[in-house]
């Protein structure tokens, strides 16, 4: 037992093929292992790498996600506390739209005990993989969809366009099936100011337990995403629109003409 610490690491999306050597042998060697991963074989998987491997709370009766969130700080830094090097292990990669990784380091950090993250693969790493995006080619832009809405963020449709938790928009709670059905309405509206109706958009899910499943790939027109079958680990992803307008002086003034 040492003075106390915490490594947070993510399993990746697909089951153990995504977790990185790293992750891997910070989970071998802590003192207590945390995980918040929803599926039983990587739970067990997890107790079979450490014995000590324990589920965190995740307590759907609150009223808000947000309490949740705390209740799993808390638990993750009682082991802290106890001097335990802890390493909390969550899916994809555990600082990508994930409240309760950050919030833990930050909080292990004011109390003095070293605290780090590790990355892990992402849900988008794996649309870039299974949609053929390179972001490298016309930019890519990621909001988790109701920050989109409520904060009428700004983007540029000739741009990759990215939108998390489609299935949870106005939602402060707990994932509904079929609660997502008048979000999506309003978010189908709101894009159609800046998309053609007719626009195809594809609603993404990446394959979980690879090789045995294929991704989800729901290609569709916009004004039909209210109809799609949503589920809370979908993705939205709106294709750039053709070419933006290349600036003649800017390339000049690159040396580039
Ligand atoms: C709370 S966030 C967690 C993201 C996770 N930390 C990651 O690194 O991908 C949940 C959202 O991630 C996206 N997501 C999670 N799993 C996914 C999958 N298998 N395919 C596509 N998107 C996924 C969805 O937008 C979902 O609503």
């Known amino acids: 037992m040492g003075t106390g610490s915490l490594t947070i690491v993510g399993t990746g999306i697909q089951l153990v093929g995504h977790l990185t050597l790293a992750a891997?042998?910070?989970?071998?060697?802590?003192?207590?292992?945390?995980?918040?991963?929803?599926?039983?074989?990587?739970?067990?998987?997890?107790?079979?790498?450490?014995?000590?491997?324990?589920?965190?709370?995740?307590?759907?009766?609150?009223?808000?996600?947000?309490?949740?969130?705390?209740?799993?700080?808390?638990?993750?830094?009682?082991?802290?506390?106890?001097?335990?090097?802890?390493?909390?292990?969550?899916?994809?990669?555990?600082?990508?739209?994930?409240?309760?990784?950050?919030?833990?380091?930050?909080?292990?950090?004011?109390?003095?005990?070293?605290?780090?993250?590790?990355?892990?693969?992402?849900?988008?790493?794996?649309?870039?993989?299974?949609?053929?995006?390179?972001?490298?080619?016309?930019?890519?832009?990621?909001?988790?969809?109701?920050?989109?809405?409520?904060?009428?963020?700004?983007?540029?449709?000739?741009?990759?366009?990215?939108?998390?938790?489609?299935?949870?928009?106005?939602?402060?709670?707990?994932?509904?099936p079929d609660g997502y059905l008048q979000g999506l309405s309003v978010l189908t509206e709101v894009l159609t100011a800046d998309y053609s109706s007719d626009r195809e958009v594809i609603v993404y899910e990446a394959a979980v337990y690879y090789p045995v499943c294929q991704p989800v790939i729901q290609k569709l027109p916009l004004c039909q995403l209210p109809t799609a079958k949503i589920t809370e680990i979908s993705t939205l992803y709106i294709p750039p629109q053709p070419s933006a307008f290349v600036d003649r002086e800017m390339m000049i003034r690159l040396g580039m003409a």
């Open 24 to 176: 891997q042998a910070w989970i071998q060697q802590a003192d207590k292992v945390l995980f918040a991963v929803a599926d039983p074989l990587t739970a067990e998987w997890l107790r079979s790498l450490n014995p000590t491997a324990e589920a965190l709370p995740y307590n759907t009766k609150n009223q808000r996600r947000s309490e949740t969130y705390q209740e799993i700080v808390q638990r993750i830094l009682a082991e802290v506390r106890l001097g335990l090097n802890v390493c909390a292990v969550f899916y994809g990669h555990p600082g990508v739209f994930a409240t309760p990784t950050h919030a833990a380091i930050r909080q292990a950090q004011e109390e003095g005990f070293p605290a780090q993250m590790l990355p892990g693969i992402s849900a988008e790493d794996c649309l870039f993989a299974d949609l053929g995006l390179d972001p490298g080619k016309s930019g890519c832009q990621s909001f988790e969809a109701t920050d989109f809405l409520i904060r009428r963020r700004k983007f540029d449709p000739t741009s990759a366009l990215i939108l998390w938790q489609i299935a949870m928009i106005g939602n402060l709670g707990f994932y509904q």
